[in-house]
């Protein structure tokens, strides 16, 4: 199986920054994406940034330019995923949520962390 455990949620005052960590161990999947999803009160969860083990990144147009997600990859058996927050906005408090999908030639399977919250307030 797969196990995500994040970090690095807070409390910041908006313009301020905060750095996301996500690391997964267990099965090892050559071909994979790791990323993040946030939801908000009363808001269906949406996808932030992913990264692919190619290096195939992808971010929702409201955090072009602001977050930035990166990884650290450990003979896939240990990955880390990071998303540097920079100009955050209150718009950008809620759940954040690991996301880890491994790709086969038969399937892909999804794995979710159990969320970090980030609150943008003064």
């Known amino acids: 199986q797969v196990r995500l455990v994040e970090s690095g949620g807070g409390l910041v005052q908006p313009g301020g920054s905060l750095r996301l960590s996500c690391v997964k161990s267990?099965?090892?999947?050559?071909?994979?994406?790791m990323g993040w999803y946030r939801q908000a009160p009363g808001k269906q969860r949406e996808l932030v940034a992913t990264m692919s083990s190619s290096g195939i990144t992808n971010y929702t147009d409201s955090v072009k330019g602001r977050f930035t997600i990166s990884r650290d990859d450990k003979d896939n058996a240990e990955n880390t995923v990071f998303l540097q927050m920079n100009s955050l906005k209150p718009e950008d408090t809620a759940v954040y949520y690991c996301y880890y999908q491994s790709r086969t030639i038969l399937t892909y399977n999804d794995y979710w962390g159990q969320g970090t919250q980030v609150t943008v307030s003064s």
């Open positions: 267990g099965n090892r999947f050559s071909s994979n994406v």
